[in-house]
């Protein structure tokens, strides 16, 4: 299977409105695996928000080691999977929060309405999650000859 390049992951990161699917710890050890809306920042990090009481949130402040997966669903089929380490941005100011939440909302719900779904994914119980990759792996057109 074909790697891809530095510069191909974050064009496949960055294409369409494909969802990330975030790995996180439970309490028990056990996998939890959700879908969630990203983007990525200058230095490549993975930026997304999340309610404070979400599963994901409570795993990611007892444990941040995290796997983030993204694929596509058209032959011949790419995937990148990153490992790394989350950070709560406990300092975001709302200023901030409402940035990358707009951001995030322009992506997967048109830009027509970034600014409502910006506003409403960027409330007081809202927190900013940065991911840091430690180990990135992209994979292209898996199922070519």
């Given at each position: 299977?074909?790697?891809?390049t530095k510069?191909?992951?974050r064009?496949?990161?960055?294409q369409?409105?494909?969802?990330g699917?975030?790995?996180?710890?439970n309490k028990?050890?056990?996998?939890?695996?959700?879908?969630?809306?990203?983007?990525l920042?200058?230095?490549?990090?993975?930026i997304?928000?999340t309610?404070n009481n979400?599963?994901?949130?409570k795993?990611?402040?007892?444990?941040?080691?995290?796997?983030?997966?993204?694929?596509?669903?058209?032959?011949l089929?790419?995937?990148?999977?990153?490992?790394?380490i989350?950070e709560?941005i406990?300092?975001?100011?709302?200023?901030e929060?409402?940035?990358?939440?707009?951001?995030?909302a322009?992506r997967?719900?048109?830009?027509?309405?970034?600014?409502?779904y910006?506003r409403?994914?960027?409330s007081e119980d809202e927190l900013?999650?940065?991911?840091?990759?430690i180990?990135?792996?992209?994979q292209?057109?898996?199922?070519g000859w």
């Open positions: 299977m074909p790697e891809m510069e191909e992951i064009s496949f990161l960055l369409g409105t494909f969802t699917k975030l790995g996180t710890i028990n050890g056990t996998p939890h695996i959700v879908p969630i809306w990203y983007t920042d200058e230095e490549d990090n993975i997304f928000n309610g979400s599963v994901k949130a795993n990611i402040q007892r444990n941040n080691r995290v796997r983030l997966c993204v694929d596509d669903q058209v032959p089929y790419s995937f990148v999977t990153i490992d790394g989350a709560i406990s300092n975001a100011e709302p200023k929060l409402f940035k990358w939440a707009k951001i995030i322009g997967y719900m048109g830009n027509d309405k970034a600014e409502e910006g409403r994914n960027s900013l999650i940065k991911i840091k990759p180990k990135v792996i992209g292209k057109d898996i199922a």
